[in-house]
């Protein structure tokens, strides 16, 4: 099955600076990659996703990139505010009906003011 | 999101006893999930459903069980069998299962400790 490994598991960034995520795949097949946010004690939330006939998305001050010749993706979050600070999550799935969704074990975001 | 609902919001289990957890939305949603998640974790699929009277187990199945009589619920229990049920319970759904590559959507979730 699918095994998805994210790095680093905590980070911590200056305000305004910029954080980066990383993210493995093990499965070939994979074609959606979502990130998610979560706060503490709350539900995650999409952030951004991207499907694998493109290499990169921007939504404002998100982006995530995709590799799938390494089959690695990337969360990149500039000009961080502390509302930023959560657990962010990614995920991989092979979609086209098979869409169950493997999720990274998260990363840590602290923004220091 | 709103149209997912998660009940109760926390949840006691005494030993040997059963519990159900109940997940509902209003989305016209055709798949459900549920997840676990444990402290530091990611998430890891319990059972999921891609359609009424259809579910396939996940990852972690044992010690659950689930039903999906209606599209609009899927209840998750929680047996006896489950010898570490403590932690923070995630239902999602997606849209469309002709729809490939759409988003799941998560409920507040249902926090069980062991009495």
């Known amino acids: 099955g699918e095994n998805v490994e994210q790095h680093p598991s905590t980070l911590s960034v200056q305000e305004g600076d910029s954080a980066v995520i990383k993210c493995t795949y093990s499965d070939s097949a994979s074609n959606y990659f979502p990130w998610y946010k979560q706060e503490l004690g709350k539900r995650p939330q999409l952030i951004i996703d991207i499907r694998s006939n493109v290499g990169e998305k921007k939504d404002q001050r998100i982006a995530v990139t995709l590799n799938k010749t390494a089959k690695h993706f990337s969360l990149h979050i500039t000009e961080t505010q502390p509302e930023d600070s959560a657990v962010y999550f990614c995920?991989?799935?092979?979609?086209?009906?098979?869409?169950?969704?493997?999720f990274g074990t998260g990363t840590r975001l602290t923004i220091i003011p | 999101d709103g149209g997912i609902t998660q009940s109760p919001k926390y949840l006691f289990r005494k030993e040997g006893q059963n519990v159900t957890l109940s997940c509902e939305q209003n989305?016209?949603?055709?798949?459900m999930y549920w997840y676990r998640q444990d402290p530091g974790q990611g998430l890891r699929l319990i059972y999921y459903s891609q359609i009424v009277n259809d579910f396939q187990k996940g990852d972690i199945a044992e010690g659950y069980s689930v039903s999906r009589e209606k599209k609009e619920s899927f209840p998750l229990t929680v047996t006896s069998a489950q010898k570490n049920p403590t932690a923070f319970y995630l239902c999602?759904?997606?849209?469309?299962?002709?729809?490939?590559?759409?988003?799941?959507?998560f409920g507040d979730g249902t926090r069980l400790s062991i009495l």
């Open positions: 989305l016209n949603h055709d798949a």
């Open positions: 999602a759904s997606r849209a469309g299962v002709s729809r490939s590559n759409q988003p799941q959507h």
């Open positions: 995920a991989a799935s092979r979609g086209f009906g098979n869409e169950k969704l493997t």
